[in-house]
Nanobody, 123 residues
Framework: QVQLVESGGGLVQVGGSLRLSCAASGNIFSINYMDWYRQAPGKQRELVAS???????NYADSVKGRFTISRDNAENTVSLQMNSLKPEDTAIYYCHADLQLQHHGTTRSYSYWGQGTQVTVSS
């Protein structure tokens, strides 16, 4: 089975930093791309950052220049380095991955979500 495990959330003061990590495990053929989403209370879930297998990245305007998404050499882990944190960054952060799995000699794309990790930025 495929599982996404997130870590690194917590409480940090304004201007501080946190590093979120998400590890994908299981019989994965390849990872097309991985994303970080977040959802604050009373707000709609939004895409924060994404990274493709080719290491192309995309960021929400609200985090551009402050957050950096990256993948390790094995490309089974995605990280989100969050600097200069603001109260507006407070949310539950969700890891998402679009994976290729082999089934009966063919590959198909599947979406998987982590359980979420709380990030709280306090004043």
């Amino acid at each position: 089975q495929v599982q996404l495990v997130e870590s690194g959330g917590g409480l940090v003061q304004v201007g501080g930093s946190l590093r979120l990590s998400c590890a994908a495990s299981g019989n994965i053929f390849s990872i097309n791309y991985m994303d970080w989403y977040r959802q604050a209370p009373g707000k709609q879930r939004e895409l924060v950052a994404s990274i493709t297998s080719g290491k192309s990245t995309n960021y929400a305007d609200s985090v551009k220049g402050r957050f950096t998404i990256s993948r390790d050499n094995a490309e089974n882990t995605v990280s989100l380095q969050m600097n200069s944190l603001k109260p507006e960054d407070t949310a539950i952060y969700y890891c998402h991955a679009d994976l290729q799995l082999q089934h009966h000699g063919t590959t198909r794309s599947y979406s998987y979500w982590g359980q979420g990790t709380q990030v709280t930025v306090s004043s």
